[in-house]
């Protein structure tokens, strides 16, 4: 199971840290993805980072802004997001890739397993 966490309603400017827990199953050699949906937006993708930790991927939206942080074995996977602005407002989903792939995927149905998402609000 994958449990994410650390929504809540922010500032515009302000921060917050996502955790994305595993739980009951191999996770730590899976890669693991953050995707975020918005109300009457499709789920889109945010970032992701190799089982290793050793590859991260972004969004152009967020780069520079967002930071995945884990793997390397962890069980834990943060997304510490930094100059938040309204348009990151959605619901977070953290998701696991079981397959090892050379690059890491930003399609959602690529990523096996998912959590419950959490809310992030940033207000104007």
């Known amino acids: 199971q994958l449990q994410a966490s650390g929504g809540g309603l922010v500032q515009a400017g302000g921060s917050l840290r996502l955790s994305c827990v595993a739980s009951?199953?191999?996770?730590?050699?899976?890669?693991t993805g953050w995707f975020r949906q918005a109300p009457g937006k499709e789920r889109e993708f945010v970032a992701a980072?190799?089982?290793?930790?050793?590859?991260?991927v972004y969004a152009d939206s967020v780069k520079g802004r967002f930071t995945i942080s884990g793997g390397n074995a962890k069980s834990t996977v943060y997304l510490q997001m930094n100059s938040l602005k309204p348009e990151d407002t959605a619901v977070y989903y953290c998701?696991?890739?079981?397959?090892?792939?050379?690059?890491?995927?930003?399609?959602?149905?690529?990523?096996?397993?998912w959590g419950q998402g959490t809310q992030v609000t940033v207000s104007s």
């Open positions: 998701a696991a890739d079981k397959w090892r792939r050379v690059i890491l995927t930003r399609v959602p149905s690529d990523y096996d397993y």
């Open positions: 009951g199953r191999t996770f730590s050699s899976y890669a």
């Open positions: 980072i190799s089982w290793t930790g050793g590859s991260t």
